[in-house]
Structure formats: structure tokens, C-alpha cells
């Protein structure tokens, strides 16, 4: 059988590329869109790395997996969630394939850490990854380390678009090492699917969008791509939404302050915020004397969001600045609002208002800030959407959402991301059976299940998604065989067993269990 390749583009739809495509800058990407079916993979809200990374690995909307964001805002204890894997307790297609004996081999999946054990390795990925026990088997950590030269983050973090020169090359240095690991791990294990995505190609699209560095990284990922084309496999490029540029940055927690939702007081992080002692700040200080290498792998990604960043004070440390018995809504990145209220009636009012007064709210160049505005049962089904949050509003292209709290402004032109996500990403399908052409737009759920019926494996039940008929020509096996499926390998309200042990034992081992 023909092994199958996913590559995921972070970020990446065909408005960025086509241009670089069509000037020859990108001629194995050219290759794979003429021979190969192509189109629109649209993400769910908010169209985000985490969860729709997890969306589509497991086939399954944010309403069945209970993750919504880089945070879940739970207002009747008033406190803040930051999901990592073990949030996660969907199968996933590797583990679909792993009971079809099938080996597979995922890399940088974000959302992913702590890894655990599948049929052949997992090596987790950013941006919340460790940079120690990030792989299963542990022995691979090592083993890439020293082959390969493998880092889970660039030394350095960008934090900055200006005399950035030597963070971008670490992070082309990061692209070109992500393949070739995958390339060779591919062969030598002999793997029949191997998933690896390219996060932080988006890093660049946020601080440079469509500038030549971000037009460099595909021009590397490009260089990159022709072992696969010249090997016998099925290759799959997929993104996890896609990205524009930005006209007007939205601070939400503010709007809702000025509108009478969001009380605030002073706390520690707003006073850091005001000295200037943000994350950016100190990320510069500490790379000026050359420890950025030394000290970033040692402390937690949760500890360094316990400082404000440059836009205001961000996450848990938000929390703390809220006088909750004064506020009705507070906010979280990209389109997410969380009502607080103690009756149903009350909630009911409270995004009545919240509905009328975001639709009606405009940006900078006069234009609406949303495109929509959803209440959580609208967009999302599962057992979960009680933990969603209560109104979800598609951001307009051209608008990015933060979710800081202590800005004085409602609205501001972009500094450093120029860049932002939109729901619009990318999916191309290039191998044997598959048809030639452009395919109507796909959700990012249809992909897995996809993937499965080309290799011949039934649908699991409980996927959100379904097979995309179109991708195949006609006469080919997958495109005339019957669509067959499958009961989930466990239920939807909680792991199995063996994963839940799995877990437990990885997280005692990396001290996070005592």
C-alpha cells in the first residue's frame, strides 16, 4: 500500500500563496495544485491552532472535545483553564489506523504534549511543548537531538518584527529540520502514515504576513516538499484556518469595560504592566545577554504567562484583575465572550445586548468588527457546550481580537502582528485516485475521515466529519467503494482505561503528578 503523508501548514490558505505560486517561486507547491485536488478547509470558531489542529485529528467539533481557545473561563468559580493534551480525550485518526495495524508517526501536532504512546511515535509540538520528554518512545528525544539537531522551539522566541533577522533563520532553521526528520523517521520505520505540522510557519505570518520572510519559509518548506513528491506516497497539505492581514486590533475586555459589562481593579500584573515589565521586555533582556537558551527551556510557558504582555495583561493574571460582583461578560481572544450572570433570564438579556452592540460595532477604517455573532448552541454540538463559551463572534478579515486586559484604547492599528487568522484555510490531496482540479469548500472534520476511506479503513460513528466523494476520480477503488463505518474505539464522556493510565504515568514521570 501506498504510505500516506500529512503536512500541515499553519495558517496557510491559497490567497497568501497563489501569488508566489503562480510567479514560480513555488514549483513543487505548483506540481502538487495542477496533478492534485485542492481547495478551501474551513476551521471552527475561533479559528485558532488549538483546538482545530485537535478538530482535525479527531473528526470532531470543539462542542465534543470541550476546548475551545488557549483558555477556558470558568465564571462560577472565577477561575482559568489552560488545556493542554490530557484535555483531549478523543481518539484520533493515528489511533483509528493503530487499530487497523496500521503504524503511524505524528510530529509537532501542537496541543499534543505530554505525548503518549501510539503505534509507532509521537513527538509532541509547540507552542506548548516542553523541551524535555516531548517524545514516546523517550529514547526518540534524544535520537533527534543529536541526528538531527531537533528542537521542539527556535533558542530565541520572535517577539518582535523589527531587527528580527536572526529569530526568522531559526525558525526557517526549525521548517527545514521538521521535514527532514520526517522524511528520514518516515523510511527507516517503515511508516504507513506519518502526520507532521509546521507551527510555527504561522509565527511568521502574524508578525510579517505576506513580507518576504513569510514568502522565504514557503520557498524552504518548498525546497522541502520534492523527496515527497519523488517518493511513492499520498500526500495531503491541510491548514488548520488561514490568515490575512489586519486593519484594526479590538480589545475586547476594554469595549466590554467602556459598554458596562467588564469591571476591573488594579492587580499585580496591571502594575507590571505599567512599569513596562511585560513578556516582550524581558524576552529582550534576557536574549541581550545571551541566557534566552539557558533559562526559556526551565520555566514553564505557564509561569511566563503570568506577566503582561506589551498589549496588557493576558490569561490567569486577567482573572485577578476582574471585580466580578460589578461585571456581566468578560472577554477572551479571537471571538470569545463568557457571560456571568445567576439566572437564565439574566443570561438571556445579557446576550440579547451583547448581540445588538457587537454587531453594531465598527473598526478603524469604518467597517463592522463582526461578520457574526453566535451563541455557543448555535456552532457547536456535544457534550461539552456547556463549557463553551456563551457568544462567539466571527471577527471580520482584517480585525484582531486580544483578550488584554488594562489598555485605556478600544481599538488600535496593528505594530507587531500584522497577521491574523481567518476561518478560510487550505487542503490539497495528490496521489493515487485522487482527481485533478479545485474541490468546493470541506470542513476541517472531513479530513481525517477522508484520509481513512482512501486507505481503506471504515469512518468511526462519532466523527463530526464525512468523506469528501469529490477528492477521488470516479472509476478509482476509494471513489466506487461504499463508505463503511465503524463504532468509536471508546465513548465520548470519558478515555478508555488504558489511556487514562497512560496519562496519569506520563504526567507522574514529568513530575506534574506527585
Not at 466523527?463 to 476509494?478: N, Y
Amino acid at each position: 500500500m501506498t504510505r500516506t503523508v500529512v503536512i500541515g501548514l499553519d495558517g496557510s490558505n491559497w490567497p497568501l500563496v497563489q501569488p508566489w505560486i503562480d510567479a514560480g517561486r513555488l514549483p513543487n507547491f505548483a506540481t502538487l495544485q495542477s496533478e492534485g485536488c485542492h481547495g478551501i478547509s474551513r476551521s471552527h470558531l475561533p479559528p485558532v491552532t488549538c483546538p482545530n489542529w485537535k478538530c482535525y485529528a479527531s473528526g470532531k467539533n470543539p462542542g465534543r472535545l470541550g476546548v475551545y481557545w488557549w483558555e477556558r473561563i470558568d465564571t462560577e468559580n472565577q477561575t482559568m483553564q489552560l488545556p493542554d493534551a490530557t484535555d483531549f480525550i478523543a481518539p484520533e485518526i493515528w489511533d483509528y489506523l493503530n487499530d487497523e495495524n496500521e503504524t503511524a508517526g505524528v510530529i509537532n501536532l501542537p496541543m499534543s504534549y505530554p505525548p503518549r504512546d501510539i503505534d509507532a511515535f509521537m513527538i509532541a509540538g509547540g507552542p506548548r511543548s516542553r523541551e524535555q520528554h516531548y517524545t514516546i518512545p523517550e529514547t526518540l528525544e534524544a535520537e533527534i537531538e543529536e541526528r538531527f539537531d531537533y528542537r521542539v522551539h527556535p533558542e530565541n522566541v520572535l517577539t518582535t518584527n523589527e531587527n528580527a533577522d536572526a529569530e526568522v533563520e531559526m525558525v526557517y532553521d526549525l521548517l527545514r529540520t521538521r521535514l527532514r526528520t520526517a522524511r528520514t523517521l518516515l523510511e527507516e520505520r517503515d511508516l504507513e502514515f506519518l502526520h507532521v505540522t509546521l507551527f510555527h510557519l504561522n509565527v511568521l505570518q502574524h508578525y510579517f504576513w505576506d513580507a518576504q520572510e513569510t514568502r522565504r519559509a514557503y520557498e524552504i518548506i518548498d525546497e522541502e516538499l520534492e523527496p515527497f513528491l519523488d517518493g511513492e506516497y499520498n500526500l495531503v497539505l491541510l491548514s488548520d484556518h488561514g490568515c490575512t492581514d489586519i486593519d484594526t486590533v479590538f480589545y475586547v475586555n476594554t469595549w466590554l469595560a467602556e459598554h458596562g459589562y467588564l469591571s476591573t481593579k488594579t492587580s499585580v500584573s496591571s502594575r507590571l504592566h505599567d512599569a513596562g515589565l511585560t513578556q516582550e521586555r524581558i524576552a529582550n533582556i534576557i536574549r541581550t545577554v545571551n541566557l534566552e537558551k539557558y533559562i526559556r527551556p526551565l520555566v514553564p510557558r505557564s509561569i511566563i504567562e503570568r506577566f503582561p504582555t506589551d498589549d496588557g495583561v493576558v490569561r490567569e493574571a486577567k482573572l485577578n484583575m476582574v471585580d466580578w460582583g460589578n461585571t456581566t461578560a468578560i472577554g477572551s481572544g479571537q471571538g470569545l465572550i463568557y457571560v456571568v450572570a445567576d439566572t437564565d433570564r439574566e443570561r438571556e438579556r445579557i446576550l440579547s445586548d451583547l448581540e445588538a452592540e457587537l454587531s453594531a460595532a465598527t473598526a478603524l477604517n469604518g467597517e463592522a468588527i463582526t461578520r457574526a455573532v453566535h451563541r455557543r448552541e448555535d456552532v457547536y454540538e456535544g457534550p461539552h457546550v456547556e463549557t463553551a463559551p456563551d457568544l462567539i463572534f466571527d471577527q471580520r478579515p482584517g480585525v484582531h481580537t486580544s483578550e488584554a486586559m488594562g489598555r485605556d484604547e478600544v481599538m488600535s492599528e496593528p505594530t507587531n502582528w500584522r497577521g491574523e487568522n481567518v476561518p478560510d484555510g487550505m487542503v490539497l490531496f495528490h496521489g493515487e485516485d485522487i482527481q485533478a482540479g479545485e474541490l468546493d469548500p470541506v470542513r476541517i472534520t472531513d479530513i481525517a475521515p477522508t484520509i481513512l476511506h482512501w486507505m481503506g479503513h471504515p469512518v468511526p460513528t462519532d466523527m463530526d466529519g464525512g468523506v469528501v466523494d469529490a477528492v477521488f476520480t470516479p472509476d478509482s477503488d476509494p471513489g466506487t467503494r461504499d463508505v463503511t463505518h465503524r463504532p468509536p474505539l471508546r465513548t465520548q464522556d470519558g478515555a478508555s482505561e488504558a489511556l487514562t493510565d497512560d496519562v496519569e504515568d506520563r504526567l507522574a514521570q514529568i513530575g506534574y503528578l506527585e
